[in-house]
C-alpha cells in the first residue's frame, strides 16, 4: 500500500510539473512538421503532356533533367481525359477509402452526359442541329461548378450572449468545397430507384444550363446573405 501511495504522489507532482511547464511565458510549443519519405530538393513529376511540351519550348528541361523527383502517384497519368478539377471531386465522391467505386460512378455519371447530349442532338430536326454543339463532360462539369460556386456564405459569430448569422465572403477553394458538398447532397436526394450517377449526371447539366436544384441553393443562400446584410459589421468588431 505504500509503495501505491508513493506512486500516486509522484504521478502528482510530474503532472504539476507539466502544468507549470506549460503555463510558463518562456515555454515555445514545437508544431509537428509533415513528414515525407523524399527530401526536400526533390522535385514534384511532370506527368501532363502539355506541361511536358512546355518544358521543352522554354528550355526548362535541361535543368530539370538531372533534378531527382518524387514518384508519381497512381492517378497521375498522361490521358487527355485526365483532369486534377475532376480528381477533386472524385475524393469528396468517395466513402471509407473506396477511391476506385467513387472514380466508377463519376465516370458513370459522365458518360450518362454523354449519351443524354447525343441523344438530344439526334432528336433534334435537321436545320437545329447546326447549332447544337456537343460538349466535353469534364468541361460541362467544371461550367456547373463555377455556376454553383458561392461568393458569400453565412457565419455564426456571438455577440452580446446572441448569435448572429453574419455573411462574410468566401475564398475560391471553400466556394468550390461547398459547389462539391451540393451536388453530392442534391444526388443522394433522391428515390430509391433512381442510381446515384444518373441523378449527378441530371444535377451537373442542369448546373451547366444556370438552372436546377444546386443553383437554386446557392441563389437561397446569397438572399439569406442580403437580409443579413445588417449584420456585416460583426466581422470586425
Given at each position: 500500500m505504500s509503495s501505491l501511495t508513493k506512486l500516486i504522489s509522484t504521478l502528482a507532482r510530474v503532472s504539476d510539473t507539466k502544468l507549470a511547464l506549460l503555463n510558463h511565458s518562456n515555454v515555445q510549443i514545437i508544431s509537428s512538421a509533415k513528414m515525407s519519405q523524399y527530401p526536400k530538393y526533390f522535385i514534384d513529376p511532370t506527368f501532363r503532356n502539355d506541361e511536358l511540351n512546355a518544358l521543352y519550348e522554354t528550355g526548362e528541361v535541361k535543368e530539370k533533367a538531372l533534378v531527382p523527383c518524387r514518384a508519381a502517384l497512381t492517378e497521375h497519368t498522361s490521358s487527355e481525359f485526365y483532369s486534377s478539377f475532376t480528381r477533386k471531386f472524385i475524393n469528396h465522391v468517395m466513402r471509407k477509402g473506396n477511391k476506385q467505386l467513387a472514380r466508377e460512378v463519376v465516370e458513370k455519371a459522365f458518360e450518362v452526359i454523354k449519351k443524354t447530349q447525343?441523344?438530344?442532338?439526334?432528336?433534334?430536326?435537321?436545320?437545329?442541329?447546326v447549332d447544337f454543339t456537343i460538349r466535353d463532360p469534364h468541361e460541362l462539369f467544371h461550367q456547373a461548378v463555377i455556376n454553383v460556386k458561392p461568393i458569400m456564405v453565412l457565419t455564426?459569430?456571438?455577440?452580446?450572449?446572441?448569435?448572429?448569422?453574419?455573411?462574410?465572403?468566401?475564398?475560391d477553394l471553400q466556394a468550390t468545397i461547398l459547389a462539391y458538398k451540393w451536388f453530392i447532397e442534391a444526388s443522394k436526394d433522391k428515390e430509391r430507384t433512381v442510381r446515384f450517377?444518373?441523378?449527378?449526371?441530371?444535377?451537373i447539366m442542369?448546373?451547366?444550363?444556370?438552372?436546377?436544384?444546386?443553383?437554386?441553393?446557392?441563389?437561397?443562400?446569397h438572399k439569406q446573405c442580403e437580409a443579413n446584410r445588417a449584420y456585416a459589421h460583426y466581422r470586425w468588431n
Open positions: 447525343i441523344q438530344k442532338y439526334h432528336s433534334l430536326p435537321p436545320e437545329k442541329k455564426p459569430i456571438k455577440r452580446g450572449g446572441v448569435r448572429y448569422q453574419v455573411p462574410v465572403p468566401v475564398d450517377y444518373n441523378k449527378l449526371a441530371k444535377e442542369d448546373a451547366a444550363n444556370n438552372t436546377g436544384r444546386v443553383v437554386k441553393k446557392k441563389l437561397d443562400l
